[in-house]
């Protein structure tokens, strides 16, 4: 391990045997809200890590908006809810985290034997690629088709040395563009494997990658929860999961920067060492349906953001659920609590009970 992105590469395969971390990567980047860590205790290294998570978390090509013009508008073929990135059967690659917006998804594709070994990154070995599917007429694929044509899933695909990368979900991160191969999908959608690692196996790792990606019907993903009441207004606008670990992330509402309007993530509490602190950091206790419920609007003691935010926290045996809001002159304490009041929680650490997230 020679540079940092071989770090990188390391943190970001052993992701989802961290649920502490993956709290942190929560916290810190799909909210935009990020976990004031204890200075006396730490001295500043969770602020490093921190900033190491969270730049291992988000696929690296998927930073930066292409400064391409925008193809046009047509018909939603799924909802910002409905995920479809699979692998083939008897993959040797297995999804670490994926995630969707209302015009695109997004899934990490990482090598099995890495996952599981103890020391992941063997030289010259394909260790996985970031996925990128945009929904039909939503990408303009001009630079990519000016690239080197080659054969991808079975169609025909093109490489270039250099795409420019694409947001998914907008962070103040830096640019980044890498190697990628790209086809269009019998959908219509359009499919791009990158990789911001420059080596001379990427061409051939790419197609590799790209050959085990599959498009299936969308299924609208779950969650431990599922709410009975929200305002209007709040439509599912973005989900982020993490199959193995289990954990999930949902944006409700317009999206405005890096936030929106409300974000719910359900964790467990098992192993995360912050989540002493942060009910120490919350006093502001009630019960709502049976559940322990901490309310602190910002700023406060736990957490950065707006100072128009607020956050609140559900304790619901060893699930916890992080509300985050943008705007609590929008979407109240008393808004939050009826949303809890009228809410229906299940196991965070068992999938097979998971749920809409509204109805």
């Given at each position: 391990m020679n540079t940092l992105e071989d770090l990188r590469r390391t943190l970001d395969t052993h992701a989802t045997a961290a649920p502490d971390a993956f709290g942190l990567i929560e916290r810190a980047r799909t909210h935009a809200v990020r976990l004031r860590r204890r200075r006396r205790i730490l001295t500043g290294t969770g602020t490093a890590l921190a900033i190491v998570l969270v730049s291992v978390a988000v696929p690296l090509f998927l930073r930066q908006p292409a400064p391409a013009p925008s193809p046009p508008a047509a018909p939603p073929s799924r909802s910002a809810a409905q995920l479809s990135v699979e692998l083939v059967p008897g993959s040797a690659f297995q999804i670490t985290t994926r995630g969707g917006t209302e015009d695109s998804q997004w899934a990490t594709v990482r090598a099995t034997v890495d996952i599981e070994s103890?020391?992941?990154?063997?030289?010259?070995?394909?260790?996985?690629?970031?996925?990128?599917?945009?929904?039909?007429?939503?990408?303009?694929?001009?630079?990519?088709?000016?690239?080197?044509?080659?054969?991808?899933?079975?169609?025909?695909?093109?490489?270039?040395?250099?795409?420019?990368?694409?947001?998914?979900?907008?962070?103040?991160?830096?640019?980044?563009?890498?190697?990628?191969?790209?086809?269009?999908?019998?959908?219509?959608?359009?499919?791009?494997?990158?990789?911001?690692?420059?080596?001379e196996t990427a061409r051939q790792?790419?197609?590799?990658?790209?050959?085990?990606?599959?498009?299936?019907?969308?299924?609208?993903?779950?969650?431990?929860?599922?709410?009975?009441?929200?305002?209007?207004?709040?439509?599912?606008?973005?989900?982020?999961?993490?199959?193995?670990?289990?954990?999930?992330?949902?944006?409700?509402?317009?999206?405005s920067g890096r936030d929106v309007a409300l974000s719910v993530t359900a964790q467990s509490s098992v192993g995360d060492r912050d989540w002493p602190m942060i009910k120490d950091g919350m006093p502001d206790t009630v019960t709502v349906?049976?559940?322990?419920?901490?309310?602190?609007?910002?700023?406060?003691?736990?957490?950065?953001?707006?100072?128009?935010?607020?956050?609140?926290?559900?304790?619901?045996?060893?699930?916890?659920?992080?509300?985050?809001?943008?705007?609590?002159?929008?979407?109240?304490?008393?808004?939050?609590?009826?949303?809890?009041?009228?809410?229906?929680?299940?196991?965070?650490?068992?999938p097979s009970t998971w749920l809409p997230p509204a109805r």
């Open positions: 103890a020391r992941p990154g063997r030289p010259g070995a394909n260790e996985g690629a970031d996925v990128i599917v945009h929904d039909p007429g939503t990408y303009d694929p001009a630079v990519l088709q000016r690239g080197e044509p080659v054969t991808v899933a079975g169609r025909p695909g093109w490489y270039v040395e250099s795409l420019p990368s694409v947001v998914i979900v907008p962070l103040d991160l830096p640019a980044a563009a890498g190697p990628a191969v790209g086809f269009q999908d019998p959908s219509g959608a359009w499919v791009t494997v990158g990789d911001v690692e420059a080596e790792h790419l197609i590799e990658i790209g050959n085990q990606v599959r498009l299936a019907e969308p299924i609208e993903a779950g969650a431990p929860f599922q709410f009975g009441w929200l305002p209007e207004g709040l439509p599912v606008s973005r989900v982020r999961q993490l199959p193995m670990g289990p954990a999930v992330t949902f944006g409700f509402g317009p999206v349906n049976g559940n322990t419920v901490r309310y602190a609007a910002r700023p406060n003691a736990v957490w950065t953001g707006p100072d128009t935010g607020a956050d609140m926290t559900v304790e619901v045996g060893t699930c916890v659920f992080y509300f985050h809001v943008l705007d609590r002159e929008r979407l109240s304490r008393p808004d939050l609590l009826r949303i809890v009041e009228h809410a229906r929680f299940t196991s965070c650490d068992d």
